[in-house]
């Protein structure tokens, strides 16, 4: 019999090219066709720009990461190259200045961003950018976080030559639904063009016109409209394409932004909540190679306009005399609990949500056990996904019930239907879930003599419930989710909740308490900690590792359709990813 094959041993990665590049005066190794610009900042020398974006196509349009650059020159036959005193071969600087964004580096190359060559070649651009820029920052939703406003103090004159007029543009041009476009303030990066053609593969962006009175529009009969398209703002240098939700809302300076994740699909895209007080007023993408790369659909972004809801519960409501009344939090879990009281686990059903976090969902199964009934699920949710970001399933965190409570959301709800119908369950709680938007039939749940509702809203199957308890949006709380791709990801708190609504996780916890349980748990770290010594995947794992860009949990097969195309297109060396 022969002897087993040895394991195969994983190649290593092909060798590095390393070349020696001087930067104002001092050397470094770079991976040769790196780009000069991103060599400049890998060393924390800045490079002003505008057109250039690390994942988009480089167009060399805007001039203003001119740099000076030199090579050693050829030697003579027979001569060796003259050295500098670092041992390296001489630089001989070119007279002429040279873009940073689309040139790479060589061996040898020298490059100064802080010559006086590159200083005047900076102020030069910036007095043309300017010529017929309007001078409108006090009303310009740009303020406080504008490319233009911040390289022209710091690189520009600080004066202006021009005498002659400005050249009139046009202004708040409705080009989509959720985007306006001012001419006058664009400085033609082509970014936005680039990026529907590039990225979203809608290229309804173009230039029209010549010299000074080029201006950016739209072709004719298209709108900018896809799903993709708020995009454009974020990546926009200046104020020429503002977003119709956020314009004149707030200036920048007021927000204070938190690192969080969406929760409109299961992609669970890495954004930045931007709130004034409690109040939400915007949400944009944040970098994530592993999940959205710099991207974030329209869908996502714009649905946080339910946190500001005066539709919000903010106090627990507990049914007397047909009417809701107004009740103290020990009043209403103790209300649960004798609700409960002397059940049989056959005769109660919790509906859960894939919207609710891990956290959450560890009390939903604490509950489960403690009840002793087998009647449990949550809402599936599928839609529409598309070929960028988007996924189908519209839940957040499918992979985190499938791992916490151990099913398939969605295979149970039939059984749970057809015990409701026959008026077999006596006590139903809906957790995070509006039951008669989510099919159930009213006549169905009026059978269930004792009906629970913990929302954030104010819903029709709250109407119906004995106890409505106010809890928490993914604004408002802290937690963890696995997304599509099976990462684990975190959410943060970014605004207060309304009145006297609490932590979804603390009233299930309090709810467990009350029916029985006991525990000590009295922050998200505590209860993760639980979680990841009661659910094996998690195990080794404590909130703090989770990081903002989280870490990898599961494997599920699933790719990221856009990512998949960056990484085309990286490897051609279209980009720089």
């Avoid at 009139?168 to 936005?192: A, F, H, Q, T």
Wanted: charged share 25%.
């Amino acid at each position: 019999m022969s002897a087993p094959a040895a394991a195969a041993t994983p190649s290593a990665p092909p060798p590095v090219d390393l070349v020696n590049v001087q930067i104002d005066g001092v050397w470094y190794k770079f991976p040769k066709g790196t780009r000069m610009i991103e060599a400049c900042k890998q060393v924390k020398k800045e490079v002003p720009h505008y057109c250039y974006h690390p994942k988009l196509t480089s167009p060399g349009n805007c001039r203003m990461c001119l740099v000076e650059m030199g090579m050693p020159p050829r030697p003579t036959p027979g001569q060796e190259p003259e050295k500098d005193e670092h041992g390296m071969a001489k630089i001989g600087w070119m007279p002429r200045p040279v873009i940073a964004c689309a040139n790479t580096v060589a061996d040898g190359m020298g490059i100064r961003t802080e010559s006086v060559l590159t200083q005047e070649c900076r102020k030069g651009v910036m007095e043309f950018l300017l010529i017929n820029h309007p001078l409108d920052c006090p009303i310009c939703d740009q303020a406080g976080e504008c490319r233009l406003q911040e390289f022209s103090v710091e690189h520009g004159k600080g004066e202006s030559r021009f005498r002659e007029n400005k050249v009139k543009k046009p202004k708040n041009v409705d080009i989509g639904p959720r985007v306006r476009l001012d001419d006058e303030r664009c400085i033609m990066c082509s970014r936005c063009i680039r990026f529907t053609a590039e990225i979203a593969d809608d290229p309804v962006l173009g230039f029209t016109e010549r010299g000074s009175h080029t201006t950016l529009a739209v072709h004719p009969g298209k709108r900018l409209e896809n799903n993709y398209s708020l995009n454009t703002v974020d990546i926009c240098p200046v104020g020429a394409l503002t977003s119709n939700d956020f314009r004149f809302q707030q200036r920048v300076w007021f927000l204070s932004e938190t690192n969080s994740i969406c929760t409109g699909c299961a992609r669970g895209c890495n954004m930045e909540i931007g709130a004034r007080g409690d109040t939400i007023y915007r949400q944009t993408p944040r970098d994530n190679n592993d999940v959205n790369s710099s991207w974030m659909c329209d869908r996502g972004r714009l649905d946080f306009h339910f946190v500001n809801s005066e539709f919000r519960l903010t106090d627990p409501l507990v049914k007397t005399g047909g009417r809701h009344e107004v009740s103290t939090w020990k009043k209403s879990i103790q209300a649960v609990a004798d609700g409960l009281a002397g059940l049989k686990g056959e005769e109660i059903a919790i509906i859960a949500s894939a919207r609710m976090t891990n956290e959450e969902l560890f009390f939903v199964k604490q509950l489960v056990k403690l009840l002793g009934t087998e009647n449990v699920d949550v809402i599936q949710r599928i839609g529409e996904g598309d070929n960028y970001l988007s996924a189908a399933d519209k839940n957040p965190n499918t992979n985190g019930v499938k791992q916490i409570l151990g099913f398939e959301p969605g295979s149970r709800i039939a059984g749970i239907t057809e015990l409701m119908s026959r008026g077999k369950l006596k006590a139903v709680l809906a957790l995070g879930e509006n039951l008669l938007k989510a099919g159930f039939e009213r006549q169905d749940l009026e059978k269930v003599s004792f009906l629970t509702t913990l929302h954030i809203l104010a819903n029709a199957t709250a109407e119906l419930s004995q106890v409505v308890l106010p809890g928490t949006a993914y604004a408002e709380k802290r937690g963890s989710m696995i997304n599509a791709t099976g990462r684990l990801q975190r959410l943060n708190k970014a605004v207060n909740a309304p009145g006297n609504a609490r932590d979804t996780w603390e009233i299930l916890r309090d709810i467990v308490v009350a029916c029985g349980g006991s525990n000590g748990l009295y922050s998200v770290e505590d209860v993760f900690k639980c979680l990841a010594n009661d659910t094996a995947v998690f195990n080794g794992l404590s909130f703090a590792k989770i990081g903002d860009l989280g870490i990898p949990l599961i494997e599920t097969g699933e790719t990221i359709p856009l990512l998949e195309r960056e990484k085309e297109r990286k490897a051609k060396g279209l980009i720089v990813g």
